[in-house]
């Protein structure tokens, strides 16, 4: 795809970036004392419209819509909208795990649904019911029919989870191939590797089977499924001691300081890490890259903003915010 169809999109995303929340503004949240001080806050930003009587007790719905609205206007901008996909898929794949749990428990988890711009509510519950779509991607449905073969077999409901998150690494690296943008493959190359080894130790950690770890481990990635498989059912400091010795290894080293593997900190560094692979878009004029680093920052901004409501809430000191809080914007 020509990289010249993006001169009209990207100074759309530009003008979008100026909407973002800068680190400044996130730290005079962070030091708000009350409601009414990070409300005032907000107020001149595009989260003014959502600061209504209700939105304390209910800004999930708030932050979710925002989304949404972000992710239809850049879908229908976009020369080809598998370029939003490819960053939105991360909510598909989370809706069908959560659509396909309700289905087979009875329950109504719709309230879990996150928005993708693409695909809706009703759309996947069709699909998760019959294994049939007019609209979803081949791959996708090949998903949603294994998890259907495996559910009359066992009704282990952890097997929804391994077979969609594996199925979305592969959607990952299949859609990158096909859309053709070298910078776009390279990061969602790295997005399954740092999966991958995030995931292979968590594997050791919990003293998972080899059979188990071969099923969650994804082959899309540069490092190969078999070498991680060396180390199935041995010690996670193993693995540990191979991520050190390859390319991730200063990248991850500061989740393995102490004794104890940082997980939380391991997943703070794969989303700050893939922020910063987006860096080189703030100044590339033409390409896909401003609309996916742009994608990415909303993505991240939202988060961030979730965990300071929610951390206030709950109480969290300053230190303890800003400890979680994820790369912004140009930083």
Not at 175 to 196: M, Q
Not at 281 to 306: H, S, V, W, Y
């Amino acid at each position: 795809m020509a990289k010249e169809l993006y001169h009209q999109l990207n100074p759309l995303i530009r003008l979008k970036e100026t909407e973002l929340l800068t680190p400044e503004v996130f730290q005079q949240l962070i030091d708000a004392t009350d409601f009414k001080k990070i409300v005032a806050i907000l107020t001149p930003t595009v989260y003014g419209q959502y600061l209504t009587a209700d939105f304390q007790q209910d800004f999930e719905k708030s932050l979710n819509q925002e989304l949404l609205t972000t992710f239809e206007e850049l879908e229908k901008a976009a020369p080809d909208a598998n370029l939003v996909w490819v960053y939105t898929m991360r909510y598909t794949f989370h809706n069908l795990k959560v659509l396909t749990k309700a289905y087979y428990v009875g329950e109504d988890y719709d309230y879990l649904y996150l928005p993708d711009g693409l695909y809706g509510m009703d759309e996947l519950k069709h699909a998760v019911e019959t294994g049939k779509s007019a609209t979803l991607p081949e791959g996708v449905l090949k998903s949603i029919q294994e998890v259907k073969e495996g559910m009359e077999e066992s009704r282990i409901l952890q097997g929804i989870d391994v077979i969609y998150d594996r199925s979305f690494l592969t959607e990952q690296r299949r859609l990158g191939e096909a859309l053709g943008y070298p910078e776009l493959l390279e990061e969602i190359i790295a997005f399954i590797d740092l999966t991958n080894l995030i995931t292979a130790l968590r594997c050791l950690q919990q003293h998972r089977s080899q059979a188990f770890m071969s099923t969650v481990l994804s082959s899309s990635g540069s490092i190969e499924k078999e070498v991680l498989m060396r180390f199935a059912e041995s010690d996670p400091q193993h693995l540990v001691a191979f991520i050190r010795n390859s390319s991730y290894g200063d990248l991850l080293a500061p989740a393995f300081e102490s004794e104890e593997i940082n997980y939380g900190k391991l997943d703070l560094i794969k989303d700050n890490y893939l922020t910063q692979m987006f860096a080189s878009a703030q100044t590339t004029a033409f390409g896909p890259l401003p609309l996916l680093a742009f994608l990415n920052a909303k993505d991240i901004e939202i988060k961030n903003l979730r965990l300071i409501l929610v951390g206030k809430r709950a109480g969290f000191s300053k230190s303890q915010l800003q400890e979680r809080m994820r790369m912004t914007y140009g930083v």
